[in-house]
């Protein structure tokens, strides 16, 4: 069986949460449901923000989780255009190991940046 977006965003989310110096927060770009009017009234978040940021040994990251056959908006593609411009990391997830892989392999590339730049406070 596949995997919901749900559950790989929580799954991610948990699992970075878990590792030292790296936050990542969920963000809910879904609108409120309106249960009187039935119908979901507009989020107070950019469009097409990524789902997951994350922060690790100070370096950011958008994780962009996309279940079954869902592809990326042009807001989203914006989005991660801007990121990237800023120096940095995106990338999409179409399965909890996917994002865990590639997680590592940011955590891997910030944990050395880090490490490279000494102790001094910028």
């Known amino acids: 069986h596949s995997e919901s977006a749900n559950q790989i ?7 970075i949460n878990s ?3 790296c936050v990542a927060y969920r963000i809910n770009n879904t ?7 039935q119908l979901f009234r507009k989020a107070h978040t950019e469009p097409g923000l990524p ?3 994350v922060i690790a040994y100070g370096y950011f990251a958008g994780i962009e989780v996309k ?3 869902d592809k990326q908006s042009e807001y989203q593609k914006h ?6 411009r800023a120096k940095g990391v995106y990338f999409i997830a179409r ?3 996917e994002g865990l892989t590639r997680f590592s392999e940011f955590q891997n590339q910030a944990k050395q940046k880090h ?3 000494g102790t001094e406070p910028v």
Not at 9 to 15: I, K, P
Request: charged letters at 30%.
């Open 95 to 97: 399965s909890t190991d």
């Open 51 to 53: 789902d997951i940021i």
């Open 19 to 21: 590792q030292p110096q």
């Open 115 to 117: 490490g490279n730049q």
């Open 67 to 69: 279940a079954g056959k």
């Open 79 to 84: 989005r991660q255009s801007e990121i990237e």
């Open 31 to 37: 609108g409120i449901w309106d249960e009187a009017k």
């Open 9 to 15: 965003t929580a799954n991610l989310v948990r699992a």
